[in-house]
């Protein structure tokens, strides 16, 4: 689809975990790596699940970040009253969207959430970096003791013979940064982002595995917005201090204006 591209705009912010957290890797190789950082005597030959790594530091993917966004404000909208679809990926085969929401949008007619962050087809204006830790690995990021989790059988909910996962997960308080980058923003998309750091402030944001079983709450921090215009490319207009909180208080009544437009 082509468009004018009339601002761009990069938001930069951090993220502190506020309880253990982990990004699942998969190689071999790293699992052993992140036992030697423990160094403790484990009750298995491996580790089941050790945090993501890129170049030695901690990392969450831009993916998963653009997903938990999407899924907090969608489910935001869609209790407001709006047209917010679902994509064909999340449904089974014949299943019907739930209730409240619609069939995936066509490219050019996308609802609010697939306008900013896409669909199969369609890119969306929103991108979003890796999340890194600024720490590196081995420098005491990881829980002292890696964690047992029980494994239970689905059948009857009983727990399966010696099945546990042990997890050596990222401890609270380690410090993780990166970006959203934009084309075109308007007031209720940044507004939006806003209204999901809000909701960090309370524990309402979680990323990575096992957030149901107590891990991967963060609190989220919009620390710089800057606005460039794009004829000809050049910084417009820089969001730091005073003038962010300002900033951000308005695009949230704007989005929050938009909100409760339906109700």
């Known amino acids: 689809m082509f468009h004018k591209l009339e601002n761009l705009w990069k938001i930069e912010y951090k993220v502190v975990t506020k309880e253990p957290f982990i990004t699942q890797a998969v190689s071999e190789e790293l699992k052993r790596e992140i036992e ?7 009750p ?9 790594i890129l170049e030695d ?21 869609t209790q407001a009253g709006h047209d917010i679809c679902v994509q064909d990926v999340k449904l089974e085969k014949g299943e019907k ?31 979003f970096s890796f999340l890194k830790s600024v720490k590196k690995i081995n420098e005491g990021i990881l829980l002292d003791e890696p964690i047992p989790m029980i494994a239970l059988r689905d059948d009857y909910k009983a727990t399966a013979k010696r099945a546990f996962l042990l997890i050596a997960p990222i401890k609270e308080n380690v410090e993780f940064k990166g970006w959203i980058k934009g084309e075109n923003l308007t007031p209720e998309i ?33 620390t710089a917005i800057y606005e460039y215009q794009t004829v ?19 695009v949230q009544q704007k989005y929050h204006n938009f909100l409760t437009s339906k109700t």
């Open 190 to 222: 940044l507004g939006a982002i806003k209204e999901v750091q809000d909701m960090s402030k309370n524990g309402f944001l979680q990323f990575g595995a096992f957030k149901t079983r107590g891990m991967g709450v963060v609190e989220m921090e919009i």
């Open 36 to 42: 030697h950082f423990i160094d403790k005597d484990i």
């Open 44 to 52: 298995k030959t491996t580790l089941d699940a050790v945090p993501l």
């Open 232 to 250: 000809p490319f050049r910084l417009k207009k820089e969001y730091i201090g005073k003038d962010l909180e300002d900033f951000l208080k308005d």
């Open 57 to 77: 530091h901690a990392v969450i993917t831009g993916n998963a970040v653009k997903g938990v966004f999407r899924h907090i404000i969608s489910a935001q909208l």
């Open 97 to 127: 969207p739930p209730e409240g929401r619609k069939e995936q949008c066509k490219p050019d007619k996308p609802c609010f959430v697939c306008k900013w962050f896409g669909t199969a087809s369609r890119q969306g204006a929103l991108h």
